[in-house]
């Protein structure tokens, strides 16, 4: 699972890989879809409320909200540009908070580091 907040969009992205059976050729295999979940994060960093009533069941959902609770404690609403560095890099500009996975917190990748985080092979 990864979970960013991409700043420009003002969107919480989520992203996970489910085992899906296949049958090709009267052969069963396994392979991993990979699923998202983008929500609409306010101005003033809650959550939309037509997103939440539309995924608010869905068991990705309490993570998302957890990860939108860590970034209001971290003030980033409405803008969070100039604050942080990447995490790799120390890169100032467009950086975007990622939640890792291993540390349970919040790191900080420019946009050329998002990808080779440790956490988005998982």
Request: aromatic share 10%; net charge positive; proline share 5%.
């Amino acid at each position: 699972m990864s979970m960013r907040f991409d700043q420009d969009r003002k969107r919480i992205i989520c992203r996970w890989e489910e085992p899906v059976k296949v049958v090709m050729n009267k052969k069963e295999g396994v392979i991993n879809r990979s699923r998202m979940i983008t929500v609409k994060v306010n101005d003033n960093g809650k959550l939309n409320s037509k997103d939440i009533r539309r995924h608010k069941k869905h068991p990705m959902f309490p993570y998302i909200n957890r990860f939108n609770n860590m970034l209001n404690n971290y003030e980033c609403f409405p803008q969070c540009e100039g604050q942080y560095k990447c995490a790799i890099c120390g890169e100032e500009h467009s950086v975007s908070p990622f939640f890792d996975t291993n540390t349970q917190s919040i790191l900080w990748l420019c946009r050329d580091h998002l990808a080779s985080s440790p956490s988005m092979d998982e």
